[in-house]
């Protein structure tokens, strides 16, 4: 949905029937592209990214819809063509103290680090034959910090703003020659 200036929010996602929704590779797929670029798309102009059919994509996004994660755009012309975007520009998950929410979010939670990590390991498969440049760039690192609880909000704040410039939904119109999609992994995580 959006705010009343048209600008999209971010979603904070409490209810395990929506992190349950969200828990299949291909919907994760759809919405980081939908929330990433702001775009609008149809299921078969996203059946290619997600590796399925543009019915089967079609099934995920209705289902995506029934949570309000999507929602129908204005179609580009063809009054056939059904064409979705995304209801929030990017969502978090809080299970608070609910069991059935916690286990959802942990379900929601593996498959993302599932697929990040098969990123990370796709990226290692193949670096060797990349360019140079791209792989003297790439950085795969793990540094243990010792923070209170305040300061590891302030590093995120701060990685975070750090970023935020150079987010793919904001460069696409216009990006630097050069410019690849880069995924960053981030998480900050306190250890036993």
């Known amino acids: 949905m959006s705010d009343g200036d048209g600008e999209q929010r971010r979603l904070t996602i409490s209810d395990p029937k929506v992190m349950r929704a969200l828990s299949h590779p291909a919907r994760l797929e759809i919405m980081?592209?939908?929330?990433?670029?702001?775009?609008?798309?149809?299921?078969?102009?996203?059946?290619?990214?997600?590796g399925l059919s543009p019915s089967a994509t079609s099934y995920h996004l209705r289902e995506l819809a029934k949570f309000g994660l999507v929602e129908h755009a204005p179609s580009r012309g063809d009054a056939r063509e059904r064409?979705?975007?995304?209801?929030m520009r990017g969502w978090s998950v809080d299970a608070g103290h609910d069991?059935?929410?916690?286990?959802?979010?942990?379900?929601?939670?593996n498959v993302f680090l599932e697929r990040d990590f098969g990123r990370v390991r796709d990226w290692v498969r193949r670096s060797h034959d990349e360019p140079a440049e791209w792989y003297d760039a790439a950085v795969i690192g793990g540094p243990v910090l010792l923070l209170t609880a305040d300061?590891?909000?302030?590093?995120?704040?701060?990685?975070?703003e750090l970023l935020a410039p150079y987010r793919r939904r904001d460069r696409q119109a216009d990006p630097p020659a050069g410019s690849r999609r880069v995924v960053v992994h981030y998480a900050t995580v306190p250890m036993d």
């Not at 592209?33 to 997600?50: F, K, N, P, R, Y």
């Not at 064409?83 to 209801?87: E, Y």
């Not at 069991?99 to 939670?109: C, G, K, N, R």
């Open 32 to 50: 980081e592209h939908l929330s990433s670029t702001g775009a609008d798309v149809t299921a078969t102009g996203v059946a290619e990214l997600v």
């Open 83 to 87: 064409v979705w975007r995304a209801t």
């Open 99 to 109: 069991a059935e929410a916690q286990a959802a979010e942990q379900t929601l939670v």
């Open 151 to 160: 300061e590891l909000r302030e590093v995120n704040a701060k990685v975070f």
